[in-house]
């Protein structure tokens, strides 16, 4: 049996008693107060339009150690290409990621709820997006939530070609001067694996979780324009 979630109740079963394939519960809501109790213990939400909201913590889980990710001769080429806005046009580049489908899902995850709940993340200075722009036009990037000196990713997307590689280029390098500790990548993905991300067991990564100072939250993510001269 899947522990149900129920309105009121903001305390998750421990994500090491999660099931086979990483579901710790399911219900409730996306209301701020649980969606940060949920990353601060390692858990995430991921569920199709018209089903309950479920809540996972996979394992193995994919991090990024921000030593680790790769910068190809042609990565850096196309990093010069474009110019880099955080947290501007949040819910376009939300709704960007949500044609976007994970691994072979159906449809996209990103429902109006999730972009409404994130969006109020975002306000609060949890949620954060890096946007790659061409010609004024926004042609890639990601969003994702920080907690603590944790970056968990949730989506990119890409219209131009290497568009969200440039632009997790930009946020690595932003989050290494920040001293951000490593990126939670959640669910394996040979794109990521591809950048540097490596899959650990749940334990390891839930003990690196709370190392951190995961109470620390609602980073002011002031951009220095020295650290966008590429």
Not at 217 to 227: F, Q
């Amino acid at each position: 049996m899947i522990p149900k979630i129920e309105k009121y109740e903001l305390i998750f079963p421990h994500p090491n008693d999660a099931n086979k394939d990483g579901i710790v519960a399911w219900g409730g809501d996306l209301n701020p107060s649980r969606l940060i109790r949920a990353y601060q213990a390692g858990i995430f939400p991921w569920y199709s339009k018209d089903d309950p909201i479920i809540w996972w913590s996979t394992n193995p889980r994919l991090i990024m150690e921000l030593d680790d990710f790769k910068i190809t001769r042609s990565l850096r080429k196309s990093i010069k290409k474009f110019e880099y806005r955080f947290d501007t046009n949040f819910i376009d580049v939300m709704k960007n990621c949500s044609s976007v489908t994970r691994n072979n899902q159906n449809g996209t995850w990103i429902s109006d709820d999730i972009i409404e709940a994130y969006s109020v993340l975002n306000s609060m200075g949890i949620a954060h997006s890096i946007g790659s722009y061409l010609d004024n036009k926004l042609v890639g990037g990601l969003y994702g939530v920080a907690i603590g000196k944790v970056f968990c990713g949730e989506s990119m997307f890409s219209i131009e070609n290497d568009a969200s590689k440039s632009a997790y280029a930009i946020l690595v390098k932003h989050l290494k001067h920040w001293g951000y500790d490593f990126i939670d990548c959640q669910v394996p993905t040979d794109h990521l694996k591809s950048l540097g991300a490596k899959e650990v067991k749940r334990e390891y990564f839930l003990d690196r979780l709370y190392r951190v100072n995961m109470d620390n939250i609602g980073h002011n993510w002031d951009i220095e324009n020295s650290l966008l001269d590429n």
